[in-house]
């Protein structure tokens, strides 16, 4: 097989789904964010933002903590030391792969 | 294809999208601005005079930490109902970085103290010396993050600065009037950005049970 296609081929499919890719994006530069703030800057309904959380919880690489602040319910999310790595290295292999393309 | 950098970078820069940063900056800079008026003001040989400039880093520090807790206030009152909480990491920068940025500081430090033991002549330049290294360090976190405003705010720095220089309304003075009006540009900006959040991100109702908790 080519490199360049292994190198596709050997993309992180957790991550390397668009909606989940952009969560992992936003993650990697917070130490932690809400559910309305992922909803926003992604533009997923609450249904689907769930779903891809879980999908990436389910992986290891989110963390998703539900707490209150005062009397109102929050669920913060955080991208673990695994979902970091897996993202540092999804990023590394595309940008290998868009140099060799 | 999704832009992973774009998507970074925009997560960046959404810290600065209720402009309460800039709000923030701007009372300190007036606070600083106010500090240099009150060294013009009060006669150089009394016992104030000795006391203000004694005082100078705790003023910095302590209007730092004030500003910084209003400007958390703030945030938990205005931004995070609106469009969510988010907490930004805090990076710790390299040794290197680390000496590089002392070096800078002590060269601009030695720099303006040089500068202000010359000749009253020389003296006349600090606020457009203040004004370009404001203008500098504004255009570089412009150019990181991408905030259009902040080239205005850069510019904005150096024209001050080199305006009040220009219109030879003296050194201390200058710069407290430098700091003045520079303050308040930070400070429009902000309420300007911050009135167009308002307006764009209206607080939304109380949650329902499918909320951001249903997950």
């Known amino acids: 097989m080519p490199t360049d296609v292994r190198l596709l081929s050997d993309l992180d499919r957790v991550i ?7 969560l992992a994006a936003i993650l990697s530069v917070v130490e932690s ?3 309305l703030y992922l909803q926003r800057e992604t533009g997923l309904t609450k249904g689907n933002l769930s779903s891809h959380l879980a999908k990436l ?14 009397r109102i319910p929050l669920t913060l999310v955080r991208l673990t030391d ?10 590394a292999r595309f940008r290998k792969f868009l140099e060799k393309a | 294809m999704v832009d992973i950098e774009k998507i970074e970078k925009r997560t960046v820069r959404s810290f600065y999208d209720d402009g309460l940063f800039e709000v ?6 007036l606070l600083l601005g106010g500090y240099f008026f009150a060294q013009t003001v009060v006669p150089k040989d009394s016992r104030l005079s000795s006391v203000l400039s004694i005082l100078f880093v705790l003023v910095i520090v302590s209007a730092g930490f004030i500003v910084s807790r209003i400007l958390r206030l703030l945030k938990r009152r205005i931004t ?15 040794p290197w970085r680390k000496i590089a940025a002392a070096g800078a500081g002590a060269l601009i430090g030695a720099s303006l103290a040089a500068l202000y033991a010359l000749s009253p002549s020389v003296r006349v330049l600090l606020p457009a010396v203040n004004g ?11 150019n990181k993050i991408g905030v259009i405003r902040f ?4 510019a904005a720095s150096a024209v001050i600065g080199v305006g009040v220089t220009a219109a030879g309304i003296g050194d201390t003075k200058g710069v407290s009037l430098y700091y003045g009006l520079f303050g308040a540009a930070f400070l429009l900006s902000g309420l300007a950005a911050l009135i167009f959040y308002l307006n764009r991100f209206p607080r939304p109702a109380p949650e329902t049970p499918e909320g951001p908790d249903a997950h």
């Open chain 2, 151 to 154: 080239y205005v705010l850069a």
């Open chain 1, 82 to 91: 695994a979902g970091a790595a897996a993202y540092k290295a999804y990023r």
């Open chain 2, 24 to 29: 923030a900056l701007g009372l300190l800079l």
């Open chain 2, 80 to 94: 995070y109902p609106r469009t969510g909480y988010v907490a930004f990491k805090k990076k710790e920068p390299s």
């Open chain 2, 132 to 142: 370009l290294l404001f203008a500098i360090a504004v255009l570089f976190v412009a």
């Open chain 1, 16 to 22: 390397h789904e668009p909606a989940r890719l952009a």
């Open chain 1, 33 to 35: 964010a809400d559910f």
């Open chain 1, 57 to 70: 919880e389910e992986a290891g690489y989110v963390a998703i903590e539900k707490t209150y602040r005062g």
